[in-house]
């Protein structure tokens, strides 16, 4: 105020009473006309103009009753800061105040010929001068005239205990000290080294991890000038923007020397719009803090932490370490996220489209789903856990993707217990989610690089196009493997595969390809008669080193690169298991008839303790014989597989047939069978195998080797019932049957001990027998009922097993067979290594061998 001494009675003057008189003496317009004039909009009433002050509404319409008879001078001084309504402009003056100040200054600048920047010489002084070097001009003496401007003060010196409370924003080196001023205001101070740092932010907010929803005081430095801006984020990882509301700050400022600063805000305890937070004087309050060597606004990166302060007793909790593990766990998502559906899941797509009839690719294919579902549930629920922020569209899209790629695993683990026809539907389904999930990822993988470094890259950022470079990749590589399977290659169903076999040619399947041996088998060390028993097979296991289940030695290894490379130079196509794209080879009538018979299931029961064997009793129209084989045909993939009865019996006018099969965990043929329901019909035909009779009218031999694996046992049962039908045949008094079998355990056994005993006692000796066990020890054998009346031993010592089958035929030996039948069935593996430990050619003259 402006006053006199009240001891004289005057009374007092009021200066701003003055200005007011003032304006109306001199016919200064009303507020609003003056906006209007100025090309500023006008305020429409008196709650809009008084919006951010505690003066009531009430007040103004007494003194005023219309907004547009408010004085000019009273208006001007009710605005809010103009750098606060706009953003930018004066830090003291309203927008109003601000504009006629403005165009004062433009009017007397344009006005003044000799104004320095007329004159291009001049200007160019002028602005490459300051201070500094204007004293140095006119000071005689030392030149060496330091920084004209510095604090009374240096700011490092500045004891912020005596502010009140204070606490150490984590690595930043920076201090927050904050007092009460009073109920409404509340004094924060910042001071501490300026370091690297372009940007200082502190926050309050519902939580100490989370940009959503919080209030920030940033200060944005330029060289030796600081800044203090009122900032809100809307959402986590959204730039945050100056707070358009009314002014949370009641004052500021900021200063920087000799490399620190000092800041101070004082803001207002209460929420002056929805986008500022009150803060409590009674409950801890949540905050957060971030720094960057980057302009505002950039990403912080590690630069971050938070936790919460007690305005009233300056009580601290850190929360910088849970802030930490939190990011840990966003950044391990990220990784695992980024793993998988940027490169795990595109090649697990390349190696179901480009390597589909390779088990490698299979192998490789399955893997990815089993160790993706084990790292999604993983990830999700470590997200889930850590996570207390609301769900974002990141989050949301993101379970969408989970739940496609749990569908995925899914429907890929019970494909192959799904009967035939809904199979392929399920194949459908299973290809259009894996084709959805693909397109999903990339956008879910955008959303969530831009919370966790937000920011950052404005090309990663800016649009998900980027992000779908693999999947564009996986496109190029399909459509390239169509055209080189459409231009390049031959491609051949099994029967058109099984019909050149059928015609001469010596082909196996090596992953897929069609590979002709008969000339790569000479060379090879073993022997060209190594390949025999796997004419017309799948011998892609042998070429990978494993070894398979139920062999009693694999003879498989690893091939050097010379025979890879002999392989391929005798390709002949692509096995492939769809009608619709197979080229022409012949003609219609060359290819071989898909079936020939149908056999349809009367009885299926279980007969073994680990329940792994089938006892399948079928009738059929078929006419066959004792001894052959049946190959069956699966109804949908094509595969055909030979299995030997044994036993047939004719009921009700229609042949029966018996047959032990096993199942194996991974056998596409077995699982379809184990399937099967009572009623259910299967296409067959009689394979083109040699006859297992002797050419005697009785049909048997006098001399008879059997060597067999697991159900390959099948057709020689068969064999020794037909003996034992003609046991009292004068002919087979010289008679000799040897059989060796190899299977695991005696519990895996289908056959009983005691129906073997009856088998030797009727047949008065000329049945010998020999089981190895090859997974059992000598004592669990002798609990046994095979240790009892059966030659019983542990292990598969096949070379041990035939020298003592030598034994019992009698001329019978390594190197001389003499006439002695030998009929060896099991898997191919085992028929190999079999042929390989006799050491001898197929079909000599001495002996004739039956694989």
């Not at 930043?172 to 109920?183: F, H």
């Not at 290819?591 to 009885?603: A, C, D, G, I, Q």
């Not at 019996?649 to 991974?666: G, W």
């Not at 070379?799 to 035929?809: E, I, R, S, V």
């Amino acid at each position: 105020y402006l006053k006199t001494d009240y001891s004289q009675g005057l009374g007092g003057l009021d200066l701003f009473s003055i200005g007011i008189q003032r304006g109306r003496d001199v016919g200064l317009p009303s507020y609003n006309r003056a906006r209007e004039l100025l090309g500023l909009a006008r305020i429409g009433s008196f709650e809009e103009m008084l919006n951010h002050t505690d003066i009531d509404v009430a007040v103004f319409l007494h003194l005023y009753g219309d907004v547009d008879k408010v004085d000019f001078y009273v208006g001007g001084l009710l605005e809010r800061k103009e750098l606060h309504s706009k953003g930018s402009g004066s830090e003291e003056l309203g927008e109003t105040f601000a504009a006629v100040i403005r165009e004062q200054f433009q009017r007397f600048r344009t006005s003044d010929r000799f104004w320095y920047e007329w004159q291009p010489e001049l200007a160019a002084f002028v602005e490459n001068r300051g201070l500094q070097q204007v004293i140095e001009d006119n000071v005689p003496g030392d030149k060496s005239v330091p920084t004209p401007f510095m604090l009374a003060t240096d700011v490092e010196d500045v004891k912020c205990e005596d502010s009140g409370f204070s606490v150490e924003l984590g690595k930043l080196g920076i201090t927050m000290a904050w007092s009460v001023v009073d109920a409404r205001d509340i004094r924060f101070q910042f001071s501490g080294p300026q370091g690297d740092y372009q940007w200082v932010g502190v926050g309050f907010g519902p939580s100490s991890s989370s940009m959503a929803k919080a209030d920030y005081m940033v200060l944005t430095f330029n060289g030796a000038a600081c800044e203090v801006g009122d900032f809100y984020s809307a959402d986590h990882a959204v730039v945050p923007v100056r707070d358009p509301g009314p002014p949370s700050f009641a004052s500021s400022s900021c200063m920087v020397a000799n490399g620190a600063f000092e800041a101070v805000v004082v803001r207002r305890i209460g929420a002056t719009d929805s986008t500022d937070r009150a803060l409590s004087l009674e409950d801890p309050v949540e905050y957060m803090y971030a720094a960057s060597s980057s302009p505002w606004p950039a990403y912080h990166g590690s630069t971050r932490g938070g936790g919460s302060i007690s305005l009233a007793s300056g009580a601290v909790t850190q929360g910088g370490e849970g802030s930490a593990r939190l990011r840990g766990v966003w950044i391990a998502h990220a990784v695992v996220m980024i793993a998988l559906f940027s490169f795990g899941y595109p090649m697990a797509v390349v190696c179901a489209v480009t390597f589909r009839n390779s088990r490698w690719g299979f192998v490789v294919h399955s893997l990815v789903g089993e160790i993706g579902m084990g790292a999604i549930v993983v990830s999700v629920a470590s997200m889930a856990a850590s996570t207390s922020s609301g769900v974002t569209t990141h989050g949301a899209l993101g379970l969408v993707v989970v739940f496609g790629a749990t569908l995925l695993f899914v429907l890929g683990k019970s494909i192959e217990h799904i009967p035939g026809v809904m199979r392929n539907k399920v194949k459908r389904v299973k290809r259009v989610c894996g084709y959805l999930v693909l397109m999903m990822a990339p956008i879910v993988q955008w959303l969530g690089f831009r919370l966790l470094i937000p920011f950052a890259s404005p090309e990663l950022e800016g649009s998900p196009v980027i992000w779908y470079l693999p999947i564009l990749i996986v496109i190029a590589i399909s459509v390239a493997d169509r055209l080189r399977r459409k231009y390049l290659t031959t491609e051949y169903t099994m029967g058109q595969f099984k019909n050149l076999v059928k015609k001469g040619m010596k082909l196996v399947v090596v992953n897929g390809h069609i590979i002709d041996v008969e000339s790569f088998g000479p060379r090879h060390p073993g022997g060209a008669h190594v390949f025999v028993p796997f004419i017309g097979q799948d011998v892609s296991d042998l070429f990978g080193g494993k070894k398979r289940a139920g062999s009693a030695k694999s003879i498989s290894h690893t091939h050097s690169k010379t025979a890879i490379a002999d392989l391929s130079a005798n390709y002949v196509g692509t096995i492939i298991h769809s009608q619709s794209a197979v080229k022409d080879v012949g003609n219609d009538e060359d290819l071989e008839v898909p079936s020939e018979y149908v056999m349809t299931l009367e009885e299926s029961i279980e007969c073994n303790n680990q329940h792994d064997h089938l006892k399948l009793t079928f009738y059929t129209n078929a006419p066959l014989f004792t001894g052959h084989a049946v190959r069956f045909i699966h109804p949908t993939d094509g595969i055909q597989r030979d299995y030997s009865p044994i036993d047939a019996y004719i009921k009700c006018s229609k042949l029966h047939l018996v047959f032990i099969i096993k199942v194996y965990p991974r056998g596409q043929m077995t699982q379809w069978i184990n399937r099967l329901m009572v009623g259910a019909s299967i296409a067959i035909k009689e394979p083109p195998v040699e006859d297992v009779k002797s050419y005697a009218p009785h049909g048997c031999w006098k001399k008879l080797l059997m060597v067999a694996a697991g159900t390959g046992v099948n057709p020689m049962i068969k064999i020794i019932k037909h003996h034992v039908d003609h046991a009292d045949d004068p002919d087979l008094k010289d008679c000799c049957l040897v059989l060796v079998w190899f299977i695991t355990t005696p519990e895996a056994s289908f056959i009983d001990a005691d129906e073997i005993c009856a088998w030797v006692a009727q047949l008065k000796g000329k049945l010998k027998v020999r089981i190895n066990f090859s997974r059992s020890d000598e004592a669990s054998i002798k609990k046994s009922k095979f240790g009892q009346n059966i030659l019983s031993v542990p292990g598969k010592d096949s070379k041990a097993a035939l020298k003592w089958a030598g034994t019992k035929l009698g001329n019978f030996d390594l190197s001389n067979l003499g006439g002695t039948r030998v009929i060896i069935c099991g898997p191919p593996v085992f028929k190999a290594e079999m042929a390989s430990t006799v050491q001898m050619k197929f079909l000599l003259g001495q002996c004739t061998l039956v694989l």
